[in-house]
């Protein structure tokens, strides 16, 4: 099922989201719902706070891994996903969000992450990312603690983007 996808400044995402206790049909549903609305509106990335759920799952595309072009199947869900920096040097890439419309930004984060978390079938799973790969992992469970990639940028850039949504609305 299609969801809507909160768009800034809802203040639902920056609410910190609450662990999956057990992986059951409703977590597998959410994950369904996720992935069909992100490959509906496109990107490489959602949360579940996104779509106004506030658990702690993400879905990320993993064909960025291997430079596969984009599919469905490509897509992996991460439930309870804990980032480790393994490489704390400072990597900039171009960041948007479906949350943040009209915006591209360099983030600066860790070059290189390892990512611990559950599957769908509730078996442990750890995947490691740097630079694109890396932000988006990064990026993707900053959602999770109710974080934008805008809480990444400057204060001037933040003032002009918040200026611009004001005149849009």
Request: with cysteine; proline share 7%.
């Amino acid at each position: 099922m299609l969801r809507p996808v909160l768009q800034y400044p809802d203040p639902r995402l920056a609410r910190v989201s609450e662990p999956v206790a057990e992986v059951d049909d409703e977590i597998r549903a959410l994950a369904q719902d996720m992935l069909d609305t992100l490959t509906s509106v496109g990107g490489v990335g959602i949360a579940a706070p996104q779509i106004g759920v506030h658990r702690r799952v993400v879905i990320i595309d993993v064909s960025q891994e291997n430079d596969a072009p984009d599919h469905p199947q490509d897509f992996k869900v991460f439930i309870n996903p804990v980032i480790t920096v393994l490489d704390p040097a400072g990597h900039e890439e171009l960041e948007g969000c479906l949350s943040v419309p009209d915006l591209r930004a360099k983030v600066k984060r860790p070059r290189r992450v390892a990512l611990d978390a559950l599957d769908l079938d509730g078996k442990p799973v750890h995947i490691e990312g740097e630079g694109y790969y890396g932000a988006c992992m990064q990026h993707e469970t900053d959602h999770l603690d109710g974080k934008l990639f805008i809480d990444h940028i400057s204060y001037l850039k933040r003032s002009l983007y918040d200026k611009k949504m004001k005149k849009k609305r």
